[in-house]
Structure formats: structure tokens, C-alpha cells
């Protein structure tokens, strides 16, 4: 991966963690686009989102629900200007109190230095099952 890549990686991440949503406009385009794909009604941040404010709303949305206990990075993976980050999280459902575990993929396609489209494959089931929105197996 190349340092220019890590450097648009690293200060994304950051900025997520700390809040900062000018260092999050300072990375992502205008334009962004934002995927994050489950059944309607499952998860409330889940659909298409477009544009900054957009991709800060689904921001504030996940966040009215969740808190990030912990990320562990697993792998990246760069093909062109796409960039896959394979993560390990642990996320606190604010309205229960309960933990969940997932595996996420974060797709990032990059453009001009910044981050143009952020596309998230995570384990639906269990984010459904710890918001009491799906009953467990």
C-alpha cells in the first residue's frame, strides 16, 4: 500500500474516532457516496446515502445506535483505487446495553486523493439480533 493511501486511511480513521467532521470533510469528496446494504427496516443506518451531508448523517444515524468499543484492523487489501480494509469490532447497542461482535469489510474507492464512495459489508444478523430487531437462532 502506498503511503498516500495510508495517509487518507489513517486520517478517516481518526477523524471517525474522534469526531472530527472536519477532518472528515477534509477527507472524503463532496460527492460521496455511501452503500451499506441490509433487508429495509433491519438496521436504521442501512441504504444509500449521497453526498457530504448525507454520508454525515449516516454517520450521526449509526452513531445514535452504536458505540465502537474497540476495531481491530485484520488485513487491507489495494487493487487500483479501491481500497478493502477487513476489520474485527466490538460495538455497544446504546438502547440495551448490549455487546455485539462483527466482521466488516470497509470498501473505500478513492478519487483525487480523497474518498469518493465507502461501501460497508458487515454481519447484519448480529447487529439486527443486539438491537432486539432479529430474534437469535
Keep these: 500500500m502506498s503511503d498516500a493511501v495510508r495517509e487518507i486511511l489513517d ?6 474516532k474522534a469526531g472530527d467532521e472536519a477532518g472528515l470533510r477534509g477527507v472524503v469528496s463532496d460527492d460521496i457516496e455511501v452503500h ?7 438496521l436504521p443506518w442501512a441504504g444509500d446515502w449521497s ?4 454520508f454525515l ?4 444515524t449509526l452513531g445514535d445506535h452504536l458505540a465502537i468499543d474497540r476495531v481491530e ?5 489495494v487493487a487500483g483505487d479501491t481500497v478493502i480494509t477487513v476489520l474485527r469490532g466490538e460495538w455497544t ?3 440495551s446495553g448490549r455487546t455485539v461482535r462483527t466482521e466488516t469489510v470497509n ?15 458487515s454481519d447484519t444478523a448480529a447487529l439486527a439480533i443486539g438491537l432486539g ?5
Aim: hydrophobic content about 50%; glycine content about 8%.
Design 11 to 16: 486520517r478517516y480513521y481518526a477523524a471517525l
Design 36 to 42: 451499506y446494504p441490509a433487508p429495509e427496516g433491519l
Design 51 to 54: 453526498g457530504i451531508e448525507g
Design 57 to 60: 448523517k449516516f454517520l450521526k
Design 73 to 77: 484492523p485484520l488485513a487491507v487489501h
Design 93 to 95: 447497542v446504546k438502547a
Design 107 to 121: 470498501m473505500f474507492t478513492l478519487r483525487d486523493g480523497r474518498i469518493a464512495r465507502y461501501q460497508v459489508f
Design 133 to 137: 430487531r432479529l430474534a437469535a437462532a
